[in-house]
C-alpha cells in the first residue's frame, strides 16, 4: 500500500481510531491501523466533522462520499466510502 486511498474502494469500509485534541492534523498508517489526529475538542460533532474533512481531503474524495458507520461517540470509528 502506498497511500491511504489504496485502502478505499466503493463501498470499502475501514476502521480508524481517532484522538482529538491532537496538536496536528493528520492520518497516519501506524502497525495497528490507521490513526486520525484532529486538532478539534469531542463535542457536538465536532471531531467526527474533522475527521470526515480530514479523511476526505486526504482520499481526494467529496465529504458527501464518506459515511460515519459506528463510532459517533467512541474513538473507533468506521468510514465507509459511498
Not at 481510531?17 to 490507521?34: F, Q
Not at 479523511?55 to 467512541?74: D, M, N
Amino acid at each position: 500500500m502506498d497511500t491511504i486511498a489504496d485502502l478505499f474502494a466503493s463501498g470499502a469500509e475501514v476502521d480508524l481510531r481517532v484522538t482529538p485534541k491532537a496538536s496536528r492534523n493528520a492520518i497516519v498508517l501506524a502497525e495497528d491501523g490507521l490513526r486520525a489526529y484532529v486538532t478539534t475538542v469531542p463535542e457536538d460533532g465536532k471531531a467526527n466533522a474533522a475527521v470526515t474533512k480530514l479523511l476526505a481531503k486526504s482520499l481526494g474524495v467529496a465529504k458527501s462520499r464518506l459515511t460515519l458507520v459506528r463510532g459517533q461517540t467512541s474513538r473507533q470509528k468506521v468510514f465507509r466510502l459511498d
